[in-house]
């Protein structure tokens, strides 16, 4: 008998090209030969699959931008001219919820929380030119602030500003929205403290990074943390959301984990919380004979897996 109470991954990240070293070896020389039709494609395939929330990790990197922007004059050597215009428009077109990531604009591209310096010129200099390039685009609802806290029991003091100061920015340009999704997930105390911050941070979805795929957490100690992630944030009255790690490393590469395991960690997921975000689809799920498949080898059986579980759970 299936399960009906698995939720399904309704959402994810995707890049234009990944930003650490190896990880993407799979996909980011290809996501760079992307012409326009093929994000139209892989955009589309994400949807199908049952994603109506999608992230991208940044609109620059490494000092390139993957768009044309006045901010930073250098582009990415992308043959499409402009994916982030081709996937809002997709995105458009097919009813889905896009944010938009701050972050990534430099080397080396964690900058830290820092409130002076140019990092924080880029933040607000970018923030202001999407929203006025691409603020038109009614998928384009909100931001996802790629720097992320390193939470040890309860976030850093300075992220919250630094979490609070951007997103005053952002919701006086537009969109509204603010997505975050912190790491440090299994070592949350979720006493009056973190509700207290909770309350104080000014994101409306957090999804934590559940750490299985990073080797910090096992599926049996989901249970535990979820569940007090779930009472405190109901005390907070901010949603819960989950970013469900669906790959495994070999070596410094990202690759596809066993269906099982992702199996495991979305049954715990669902019991707690509100949505279900993925960490990510591109190069770690193909559709099976995709036209534009981007990613490692065992993609599509993780793809097949899943769709199967899915709808065998819708169907009985």
Known sequence: MANKSIMPISGTWFDFHHPNPYEGDHWNATTDQFQAGDWELKITEMVEAGMDTLILMSVALHGKTFYPSEVIKYRWNLVCPDPLEVVLRVADRLGVTVYLGLGFFQTPIMHGFASGGDSTRYRFDFATELSERYGHHPSFKGWYFPV??????????????????????????????????????????????????????????????????????????????????????????????????????????????????????????????????????????????SAAHAGHPDSPKLYRDYMDFIRANRTN
């Open 148 to 289: 992320e806290a390193a939470i040890e029991q309860y976030y850093p003091e300075p992220y919250l500003e630094y979490v609070n100061t951007l997103a005053n920015h952002c919701r006086k340009k537009g969109p509204q929205q603010v997505l975050l999704a912190p790491f440090g997930t299994r070592t949350i105390k979720p006493d009056d403290h973190f509700v207290h911050q909770l309350r104080a941070l000014d994101a409306d979805y957090i999804a934590y990074q559940d750490e299985v795929g990073v080797n910090k957490t096992i599926v049996a100690e989901l249970d535990e943390i979820y569940s007090g992630l779930r009472e405190a944030h109901d005390r907070a009255g901010k949603p819960l959301w989950a970013d469900v790690e669906i790959f495994k490393f070999h070596g410094k590469v990202l690759h596809p984990a066993p269906f099982e395991r992702v199996k495991g960690q979305l049954e715990v997921a669902s019991k707690y919380v509100d949505k279900i975000l993925c960490y990510q689809y591109l190069g770690m799920l193909n559709k099976p004979d």
